[in-house]
């Protein structure tokens, strides 16, 4: 069915190309914010299209985010023990409050039952996150641009925990992880063989830098669309302290495409990421991935377009743990809105339709300005 409504926007907005403006006619420059996926790089969707020959652009903006997950190794295998085992622990503590149970047992009869402990291999996450970056980006030769993107991170107890639980309570949608983890709490490691991998903490630092190169390939011709090549290279700028990077780089290949229609734009990008393995662990390892984005947009006016966005992630996780080795799929939605006649506010929602590997709730804002 999407596949046919894509088809029928094409044929029904094929023509003259009417309006055509880079300041709102962007696909949704967001990257996937789930805690073990933003150590690593992840190229924006992106437009095509270059900057002129000594003109500069700036993108200044913050994204918040929020999350909570749990997962483990062996017991998830046709099971979600794990999703529920902070339940079972509930119970369990009440029934045996006199202190007959205590944890060492608890976990031996996970020993018992399921021939480890499922503590061997596991991620747990329970974090409000800001993300907040510059990007800069300048045209140094005709139709080549060049971009230096600066990020830093606050991890932090957050604002969205108790309305986002008091969502699914009222809409009915079970979330036992939110019924039972204490609001305003942070929580994220990676373990295995029961020690940590990635262990973050409470704080605001640099996260990684990144710099990319763009080269215009060619510009649209009926049905053949406006063509980039992009290189990429993570600049290891995080705090590995508190689990902002992974204090390696990481490099990055693909092909940005756009077709003007009428009103309608579409953006296409695929690229192909290849992270540098951090982790000295016996079943954490990191893998080449990919990430694949549709973009279609809407130009009401000359100062106001709506985008709808599809987006599929690959994983840089090749582990035990089934969670962290999920490809994500995300759904956006946004509005790019010029405010001024060289800058455009833009406001997007990411929601995460069918995976687990996607924050609960994206919210996004950038503001882009031309300068000659």
Same mark, same amino acid.
């Given at each position: 069915?999407?596949?046919?409504?894509?088809?029928?926007?094409?044929?029904?907005?094929?023509?003259?190309?009417?309006?055509?403006?880079?300041?709102?006619?962007?696909?949704?420059?967001?990257?996937?914010?789930?805690?073990?996926?933003?150590?690593? !790089?992840?190229?924006?969707?992106?437009?095509?299209?270059?900057?002129?020959?000594?003109?500069?652009?700036?993108?200044?903006?913050?994204?918040?985010?929020?999350?909570?997950?749990?997962?483990?190794?062996?017991?998830?295998?046709?099971?979600?023990?794990?999703?529920?085992?902070? *339940?079972?622990?509930?119970?369990?503590?009440?029934?045996?409050?006199?202190?007959?149970?205590?944890?060492?047992?608890?976990?031996?009869?996970?020993?018992?039952?399921?021939?480890?402990?499922?503590?061997?291999?596991?991620?747990?996450?329970?974090?409000?996150?800001?993300?907040?970056?510059?990007?800069?980006?300048?045209?140094?030769?005709?139709?080549?641009?060049?971009? *230096?993107?600066?990020?830093?991170?606050?991890?932090?107890?957050?604002?969205?925990?108790?309305?986002?639980?008091?969502?699914?309570?009222?809409?009915?949608?079970?979330?036992?992880?939110?019924?039972?983890?204490?609001?305003?709490?942070?929580?994220?490691?990676?373990?295995?063989?029961?020690?940590?991998?990635?262990?973050?903490? !409470?704080?605001?630092s640099l996260g990684d830098s990144?710099?990319?190169?763009?080269?215009? !390939?060619?510009?649209?011709?009926?049905?053949?669309?406006?063509?980039?090549?992009?290189n990429s290279v993570k600049i290891?700028?995080?705090?590995?302290?508190?689990?902002?990077?992974?204090?390696?780089?990481? !490099?990055?290949?693909?092909?940005?495409?756009?077709?003007?229609?009428?009103?309608?734009?579409?953006?296409?990008? *695929?690229?192909?990421?290849?992270?540098?393995?951090?982790?000295?662990?016996?079943?954490?390892?990191?893998?080449?991935?990919?990430?694949?984005?549709?973009?279609?947009?809407?130009?009401?006016?000359?100062?106001?377009?709506?985008?709808?966005?599809?987006?599929?992630?690959?994983?840089?996780?090749?582990?035990?743990?089934? *969670?962290?080795?999920?490809?994500? @799929?995300?759904?956006?939605?946004?509005?790019?809105?010029?405010?001024?006649?060289?800058?455009?506010?833009?406001?997007?929602?990411?929601e995460d339709p069918i995976t687990?590997?996607?924050?609960? @709730?994206?919210?996004?804002?950038?503001?882009?300005?031309?300068?000659?």
């Open positions: 069915m999407p596949s046919k409504i894509f088809i029928v926007f094409f044929l029904f907005g094929f023509g003259q190309n009417i309006f055509s403006d880079a300041l709102i006619e962007r696909p949704i420059e967001n990257r996937n914010l789930y805690l073990p996926f933003l150590l690593f !790089l992840e190229p924006y969707p992106t437009t095509p299209k270059t900057l002129e020959k000594g003109k500069m652009s700036i993108d200044s903006g913050m994204a918040i985010s929020n999350m909570i997950d749990n997962n483990n190794a062996p017991v998830d295998y046709g099971s979600n023990y794990s999703t529920y085992k902070p *339940l079972y622990w509930s119970y369990y503590s009440k029934e045996y409050a006199d202190g007959s149970l205590t944890p060492n047992t608890y976990y031996l009869s996970e020993l018992l039952t399921y021939g480890r402990l499922e503590q061997q291999s596991h991620v747990r996450i329970d974090a409000e996150i800001q993300r907040f970056h510059t990007k800069l980006s300048y045209g140094l030769f005709k139709n080549f641009e060049i971009g *230096l993107d600066i990020s830093a991170l606050s991890y932090n107890t957050g604002i969205f925990d108790r309305p986002i639980t008091g969502f699914h309570r009222t809409v009915g949608i079970p979330y036992p992880l939110r019924d039972i983890y204490s609001d305003n709490q942070f929580g994220f490691h990676i373990t295995d063989n029961m020690k940590y991998v990635v262990k973050g903490k !409470l704080g605001t990144v710099l990319d190169a763009k080269w215009k !390939l060619r510009e649209q011709n009926g049905w053949l669309p406006t063509l980039a090549w992009i290891p700028t995080g705090n590995t302290n508190l689990s902002m990077g992974t204090g390696k780089p990481d !490099l990055a290949t693909g092909i940005s495409s756009k077709w003007n229609f009428d009103y309608y734009f579409v953006f296409v990008n *695929l690229f192909g990421i290849i992270p540098s393995d951090p982790f000295n662990s016996r079943e954490i390892h990191v893998k080449p991935f990919a990430a694949l984005s549709s973009t279609l947009g809407y130009t009401f006016t000359e100062k106001f377009s709506v985008v709808g966005q599809f987006e599929i992630k690959g994983s840089p996780y090749h582990s035990a743990i089934r *969670l962290l080795n999920q490809t994500a @799929v995300l759904l956006s939605f946004g509005l790019n809105w010029k405010v001024f006649p060289s800058c455009a506010l833009r406001v997007n929602f990411t687990r590997s996607v924050p609960d @709730v994206s919210v996004q804002t950038s503001l882009l300005c031309l300068k000659e």
